[in-house]
């Protein structure tokens, strides 16, 4: 199919087409989502750009969301019946974020209005107060979209892989992975690891940015496939399933509010059993600590004892030398005493003759 052709279905898309009519949708709604700076603007730019074919604008005001700035879900329409939807981009995958990621991916939450981060059931508050604003009849599409640059740790993989299948479950369709920067990394083990996840349909882009907006046909091509693929699908699950827009979007506030309730009470008990973690320790340390005193008190005493000891037999052993010299002085008096006695004898005795 030539990029005539493909532009020719994107743009005659419509739900009201259809054979079974349009079950109650009447618009493709590209979810994004991902990680901070992964490109998430850049490329609902690079769709625009493509799309209108005309000057290069910053359309999606990429680059301005780094460092988490970009706080709506803007809506960018490429068609009358498809919209891109710039979610709110993640600074880490984990339990926390993935409930916000739910939440957005659902359409739980309002288009056009800030989206706050906060912890615990802030999020089913704004989940239920949106419940007027939110729209049933956008048929989502979830595209997580991945920079091929970054390197991520084994323990975030895990957790994306649950993510992806997570949205899987709520919305119905396994998410489309779009790689960016697909030239500066290892393009192929990126997607490798993604199929492993289970993921089959990987788009790679070099996004047409500010400093870079030179057309190519390759990468007109591949938004233009890329969008082909979006409609294709879409068009195949309404065709061929039974659709209720309504009660789809009950399910999916149910799945989050459940998600929520879940995470929330396994943070509850994670915090208790690190209160009790901490006071074990605690109790551990003080066992220690009164166990090395026993054990300072009783080498005192064990050295005290020896002290003692060692002056006693100091003692007995200067008594026993005092009592040796007296001795030895009392034989030398007699000694001397003797001599003397034994020269009286011999003047008494001496001359015999
Ligand atoms: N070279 C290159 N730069 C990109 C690509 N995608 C995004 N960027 C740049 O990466 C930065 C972050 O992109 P941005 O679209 O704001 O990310 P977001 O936070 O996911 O919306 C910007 O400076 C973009 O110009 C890409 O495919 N190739
Ligand atoms: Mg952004």
Known sequence: MDMDELKRVINNFSFDSFKNGNQGFNQILIQLFGLLGHGKSSFINTCIYVWQDGEYQNWAKANEGHGGTTTERIPHKITSNITLVDNRGLPVLDGYWSGEIFAQLGN?????RKVELDKGF???????????????????????????????????AKELKR????ARDLTGIYPIVVLTHKTYGNL????SSFRDMGIERIFAFENYTQEDHFKTRGRHEEVLKFLQEV????????????????????????????????????????????KKAFEKAIKEKEIKR????????????????????????EKLERQRAADQARYE???????AANAKKGKKFLGLFGKRK
């Open 108 to 112: 739980l939450l309002p288009l056009g």
């Open 122 to 156: 802030g999020l089913v508050d704004r989940i239920v107060r949106s419940e007027k604003l939110v729209k049933t009849s956008d048929f989502i599409v979830p595209v997580y979209v991945h920079s091929v640059k970054y390197n991520m740790p084994a323990e975030e």
């Open 163 to 166: 993510i992806l299948h997570t």
């Open 188 to 191: 192929t083990s990126v997607e």
């Open 231 to 274: 409609v294709k699908d879409a068009q195949f699950r309404v065709e061929h399933q039974t659709r209720n827009p309504v009660k789809e979007m009950h399910d999916r506030k149910q799945f989050v509010l459940n998600y929520v309730h879940q995470r929330e009470k396994k943070a509850e008990q994670e915090s208790l059993e690190r």
């Open 290 to 313: 009164q166990e090395e005193e026993l054990e300072r008190e009783r080498r005192r005493r064990k050295e005290a004892e020896e002290a003692e000891l060692r002056k006693r037999r």
């Open 329 to 335: 002085m009392g034989i030398r008096e007699q000694q």
